[in-house]
């Protein structure tokens, strides 16, 4: 439903987006995961045929962006980080206005304004000034806009983002119900979104494609590296930070440590390992040996941020000058 090719974005001085290729079948909800600044929006606005790419393609709904933008705009709702709502406007004559933009008339606009609305959960505020709305239901509205001319593909950046906690759950299930009927990419930053929201993930960080996987095969492919709690204890004498988390690096099969905190005594660690390996027993005799008591040893979870930070660090870890400071042209 989406094809994306050598997409390039270069603003005077950034290069926003860089090369990057992915496609999202029908039907799917997929999450577009990276921090701020690494291009998500600038990849929605090509998708949604507000500006054209500096390179590359982008094919929506069978469509190409630059070559056909009214027949990908028929087929595309797109939900802007901040929608553009106008505060004098009742919620009902903002739906009709937008509706007519997207081509919709008479009896069917009417149906369609009343779907949406029961849709969106927004039936009550029609007769509401989009200026009185919380912040939850003018999202909601934003979504109902999006979807009112019952597009094939949505698009939606940040869109639970400056929501409490009950509207953020709320907005979810709304975009979940959605899923199906439309293909959707939705834009985030926040890592358990794409947990809980999609079943596709694509990772993008300072405009280069990162990853793109089914968020279980993702954690799957990522867990085969485990993670231990390792809490030291001193036995004759005091412990010094920096020789424990040498000898604990110096294991075989250990690919990172990371010191947690120090009580009582007791230093507490991270201890990775490469994927495969297990290195509990050598681990245990290795403090042990050195004269010091293990206090605890467990395994601990890697959550989809630790993943993240993983499959980033490399990135950032290559020497790249960040895109958002302009130093790749
Ligand atoms: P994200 O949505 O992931 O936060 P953006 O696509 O908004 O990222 O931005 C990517 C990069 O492009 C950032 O470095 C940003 O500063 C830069 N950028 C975005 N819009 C413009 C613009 N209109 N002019 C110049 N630089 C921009």
């Known amino acids: 439903m989406i094809q994306v090719e050598g997409l390039t ?14 496609s999202v079948e029908k039907g799917k909800i997929v999450g577009f995961l990276g921090p701020n600044g690494a291009g998500k929006t600038t990849t929605m606005r090509v998708l ?7 390179e590359g393609t982008a094919r929506v709904a069978g469509f190409d962006v630059m070559q056909q933008p009214l027949e990908v705009k028929k ?26 933009l997207k081509g919709l ?23 509401k000034l989009l200026s009185k709305l919380s ?6 509205v934003g979504l109902a806009q999006a979807i009112i001319h019952n597009p094939d593909v949505l698009i939606l ?53 990162v990853a793109t ?27 010094e930070e920096a020789e424990v988390q040498g000898r604990l690096a110096g294991i075989e099969g250990v690919s990172r440590v990371e010191f947690r905190e120090g009580h009582n005594g007791r ?11 297990s290195v509990r027993g050598d681990l245990a005799r290795a403090v042990v040996e050195a004269g010091w008591d293990l206090h605890e040893l467990h395994a601990a979870a890697m959550s989809l941020e630790e993943i993240f930070l993983q499959l980033t660090a490399a990135e950032n870890e290559a020497g790249e000058t960040p895109a958002g400071e302009g130093g790749a042209a």
């Open 267 to 277: 230093l507490r660690f991270e201890v990775e390992t490469a994927p495969g390996r």
């Open 105 to 127: 008339q008479g009896s069917e606009l009417k149906r369609r304004m009343g779907e949406v609305s029961e849709r969106c959960a927004i039936t009550d505020v029609q007769g």
């Open 48 to 54: 949604t045929c507000f500006m054209p790419p500096t």
């Open 135 to 140: 912040r939850g239901y003018r999202q909601r």
């Open 157 to 209: 950046d940040e869109p639970t983002a400056g929501l409490d906690p009950k509207q953020i759950n709320e907005t979810r299930k709304l975009i979940k119900g959605l899923a199906g009927d439309h293909t959707i990419i939705l834009s985030t930053h926040i890592l358990p979104e794409v947990e809980q929201t999609c079943e596709d993930v694509i990772i993008i960080n300072r405009g280069r494609l």
């Open 213 to 239: 996987d089914s968020v279980e095969n993702l954690t799957h492919r990522l867990r085969g590296a485990e993670v231990l709690a390792v809490e030291v204890a001193p036995r004759d004498g005091p412990l």
């Open 75 to 100: 087929r595309v709702g797109y939900l802007p980080e901040n929608p553009p709502l106008y505060p004098e406007m009742e919620v009902v004559e903002y739906l009709e206005f937008v509706g007519r």
């Open 9 to 22: 974005k270069r603003y005077a001085r950034t290069v926003a987006v860089d090369n990057i290729s992915f």
